[in-house]
């Protein structure tokens, strides 16, 4: 009887200690990530903000069966970036006929940044309207007074209408004015090439406002927020300044990479450098990422090869050159590390979808190196 009381206590003991301190509920990558209430972490797509001492992670909360929207975003909150306990939905669809989030919506790549002038968390996500596929391509703003929310849908909204890049001269906007997109059937030619840098797309938009589909938000460290965000048909990426509230557009933005076909934008910076790394264009399937870097968030970006290396070796043994199965969704900075935040699709079961979280270290020439781990990081080790 003593015997058994001695084993209970210790059994005790250990399930304690392995919650303080995390070892057994260390988190592997390419396989399911159970939240404290047993299920696969169901926020996809999204970002991570730290806020008072406590983690938490938006994304997107996607159906066992099916592609579109039917909850809302998800978030979850964490102490030490292990377990996560499941904080309901924040961003709920609606139930009225022909609102803009409308149930069967699609709402994809939310980021979640808090102003500290207006104290209020602030989401922007890449929205689809209800029936339309991905036709609409629109960018959406809500905001909330707390970080699980609710929070409050604002609106939609294609992007620039009217407006040219900033740092495009007279010359160039006549050139771009000059194309007419409704000449190329046939694509990827270097004739049609050429037009999409000159900025074929963005006269053909001028009016209407420029597409939005996959995207991020990034906070500067002088508290200027910029959305990134794949344009032009997923061809070109746009950088825009978001006003002081980051509830709008200051109307200051720029083209990255016309033509280069990017998608997954995440940004970070490291010794006053910025870098970017984007996916290719392949919906669900997996393909070799990009490297950007510059000096400036407004450019000039120089691309660089794909920052992967090694293989995911016990995960499908996945190539670098298939960014491990992933594609990324946001680098997390924890600390003085930077963590690399990605989805493993699963396009049959999208809710069952992976995480992969890798740290980002620096080469003998500064540049990033990203290579396969087993553990996701712990705050700890951060
Ligand atoms: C991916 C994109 C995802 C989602 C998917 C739909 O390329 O990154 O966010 O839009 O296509 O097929």
Redesign the pocket.
Same mark, same amino acid.
């Given at each position: 009887m003593k015997h058994h009381k001695t084993l209970l206590r210790l059994l005790v003991l250990f399930i304690t200690s392995c919650f303080a301190t995390a070892i057994c509920a260390q988190f592997k990558n390419g396989q399911l990530w159970l939240a404290t209430d047993g299920e696969h972490i169901n926020a996809h797509?999204g970002n991570i903000i730290f806020h008072e001492g406590t983690y938490y992670w938006y994304g997107?909360h996607r159906p066992y069966r099916g592609?579109t929207t039917e909850k809302g975003i998800a978030v979850y909150s964490s102490a030490d970036l292990q377990q996560w306990k499941n904080e309901g939905i924040a961003l709920s669809v609606s139930e009225e006929n022909g609102h803009d989030i409308e149930r069967g919506c699609?709402m994809? &790549?939310p980021k979640v940044i808090y102003n500290k002038v207006t104290r209020k968390f602030v989401m922007l996500f890449?929205l689809e309207l209800k029936g339309r596929g991905?036709e609409a391509a629109r960018v959406a703003f809500a905001e909330s007074d707390s970080p699980t929310g609710p929070f409050r849908y604002l609106r939609s909204t294609r992007l620039h209408a009217g407006k040219w890049p900033f740092n495009m001269n007279q010359q160039q906007i006549a050139a771009a004015k000059n194309t007419d997109a409704s000449k190329w059937d046939k694509w990827w030619t270097p004739e049609w090439r050429k037009e999409v840098e000159k900025g074929m797309y963005l006269w053909r938009d001028m009016n209407s406002g420029q597409m939005s &589909?996959?995207m991020t938000v990034y906070i500067d460290d002088d508290g200027r927020a910029y959305h990134l965000t794949?344009s032009q048909e997923?061809l070109t990426l746009l950088i825009s300044e978001l006003t002081n509230d980051y509830l709008d557009y200051t109307g200051r933005y720029v083209m990255v990479a016309p033509g280069g076909q990017n998608?997954?934008p995440c940004i970070f910076k490291h010794d006053g450098r910025y870098w970017l790394i984007c996916?290719g264009?392949?919906? +669900?399937a997996p393909n070799e990422a990009r490297l950007f870097t510059a000096d400036n968030i407004w450019g000039p970006w120089h691309q660089l090869p794909s920052p992967f290396m090694g293989v995911a070796t016990g995960y499908h043994d996945m190539p670098a050159d298939k960014t491990f199965g992933a594609?990324g969704t946001y680098i997390m900075k924890t600390g003085k590390e930077f963590v690399f935040m990605a989805d493993i +699709?699963n396009?049959r079961h999208l809710s069952q979808s992976l995480h992969l979280w890798l740290p980002i270290s620096f080469n003998e020439k500064e540049l990033p190196v990203i290579k396969w781990t087993d553990n996701v990081p712990n705050e700890a080790e951060l």
């Open positions: 797509g997107e592609f699609i994809e &790549r890449h991905y &589909r996959d794949s997923n998608e997954a996916s264009c392949t919906g +669900w594609q +699709w396009p």
